[in-house]
């Protein structure tokens, strides 16, 4: 059963039920009131006869033609309701009492009263009282008939009948429109839930509210968007998985070419010394640029698989071996390096750092003309704490590519890294290691200005022993 519906019932049976009680209720009590004013001018007549007998009977004792029968036709003349029976006797001869047991054992100027109906019906108000005159005891009885009473309160609740229907009728129609307006809502967000299932995952629902329905269209919206965020990353990730596939498969097959090419003319044909150099050559240094290519993919898989703890280093200290590491690197390339570094106390994993900013330094080299300038900058920055940075004023890269180089075999000109033994694998060593160090590399390029690549580095408490150096320069 729909949720709407289950609302629309529900409502219609509490209203309902609620009609019917508080209107049973109603007409209960009415009744009840109706009758207690019943008995009790029943009651008040029942006085108002023994007094009128007693007086009777006091003023004309000494008339032995009056009997109490007379009196009583008398009183039933002058003063007693059409709807009133009145009876009076000796206490000796109580026929008329006979089965009526509620009057037994009245004391002396007491009544009793009570509701019968007979066989047909008809309801009445029974009072009995008993007192004594001139030694003789009485008993007075009234009836009145009060069907009247019954009556009406059997057209009352004809009359309320009818009147629940009514109001149940026209509390359908409202809780109908109600329960549309109130659940459309809902409709809306399964409508939504469906497209999201169907594939479309930037779809939100109407915003819908701020109550209860409003709250829970808003956590399916915020929960719409997770979904689509892991969805990203998921295709993401599945889609740099295929292109590490493909790049690895293509990176092996060109220097397996080139080796099986030229490893089948040296078993086949008879060369001279200068070709068999030649093809030697060849080989050689495909075979050392496949094992460059295996060792980096090695390094990613060690650093991602691996925790390393950080040491205290100086800043100084740690940028004077970088240097005099780099130096064959610089010579090779004709290369000029510049360096600013301001003392610091880092928090750093020495030997990883320095791979780091070897990769870095080799990639601005490569993307830099011949006799071109590098900087190499360790310093303070407002908000940002201790950066590594490393700029070169080469030929930049695409801003379309810039999201992509750190992926592994991502190369922005292949034929060039390629002539220049590049898999594509530095950049994304040098992401790993910056997620070691606890941050990751911003890159900032213009095509045909150069490219800048820093990493925030985190200070650490300084020693007491701790000196500062000077910087280096090359």
């Known amino acids: 059963m729909k949720f709407s519906w289950k609302v629309f019932i529900s409502s219609i049976i509490v209203t309902a039920l609620a009609f019917g009680l508080g209107g049973t209720l109603m007409i209960s009590s009415l009744f009840q009131g109706m009758l207690d004013q019943e008995i009790q001018m029943a009651i008040q007549e029942n006085r108002y006869l023994c007094f009128s007998f007693q007086t009777a009977v006091n003023s004309l004792s000494g008339d032995e033609t009056l009997r109490p029968a007379a009196i009583v036709a008398q009183l039933e003349k002058a003063s007693i309701s059409k709807n009133t029976q009145m009876n009076i006797t000796r206490a000796s001869g109580v026929s008329f009492l006979d089965g009526q047991d509620f009057a037994r054992g009245i004391e002396v100027n007491q009544r009793a009263s009570r509701v019968v109906r007979d066989e047909n019906g008809i309801a009445y108000v029974q009072v009995v009282s008993y007192f004594f005159i001139d030694n003789t005891d009485y008993y007075l009885e009234n ?10 309160r059997e057209q009352y609740v004809l009359l309320y009948r009818w009147i629940l229907l009514a109001v149940v009728g026209i509390a359908s129609l409202l809780m109908g429109v109600l329960t549309h307006f109130l659940t459309r809502p809902l409709k809306r967000l399964t409508a939504t839930a469906q497209e999201i299932a169907a594939g479309s995952f930037s779809t939100r629902a109407q915003d819908g509210g701020s109550d209860e329905i409003g709250t829970l269209t808003r956590a399916f919206n915020s929960m719409a968007e997770v979904v689509e965020e892991k969805i990203y990353v998921l295709e993401e990730t599945a889609r740099q998985r295929e292109d590490f596939v493909a790049s690895f498969a293509h990176e092996l097959k060109t ?4 080796i099986i090419g030229y490893a089948d003319m040296l078993r086949s044909y008879d060369m001279d010394a200068a070709d068999r150099h030649t093809a030697a050559n060849y080989i050689f240094s495909e075979g050392k640029r496949l094992e460059s290519l295996s060792l980096h993919l090695l390094d990613l898989i060690v650093l991602h698989k691996q925790d390393f703890p950080l040491e205290k280093v100086n800043s100084s200290g740690f940028f004077r071996e970088v240097v005099q590491i780099l130096q064959p690197l610089l010579q090779k390339y004709q290369q000029r390096l510049e360096v600013t570094v301001q003392p610091a106390l880092l928090l750093l994993e020495p030997s990883l750092l320095k791979t780091l900013v070897y990769n870095l330094i080799d990639n601005a080299c490569k993307a830099s003309p011949e006799n071109g300038r590098i900087l190499l900058t360790g310093r303070r920055a407002e908000d940002v704490g201790y950066t590594l940075s490393v700029q070169d004023f080469g030929r930049g890269i695409p801003k379309e590519e810039i999201p992509h180089i750190i992926e592994p075999f991502y190369m922005v000109d292949k034929s060039r890294a390629r002539s220049q033994n590049g898999a594509g694998i530095g950049l994304a060593l040098c992401q790993e290691i910056a997620a070691i160090h606890g941050g990751s590399l911003h890159i900032e390029s213009t ?9 925030p580095l985190k200070e650490a408490e300084p020693d007491e022993n701790h000196e500062s150096s000077e910087n280096p320069e090359n």
């Open 447 to 455: 095509l045909g200005e150069g490219t800048c690549v820093s990493l």
């Open 255 to 258: 220097p397996l070419t080139s």
């Open 143 to 152: 009836i009145t008939d009060i069907s009247a009473v019954y009556q009406m």
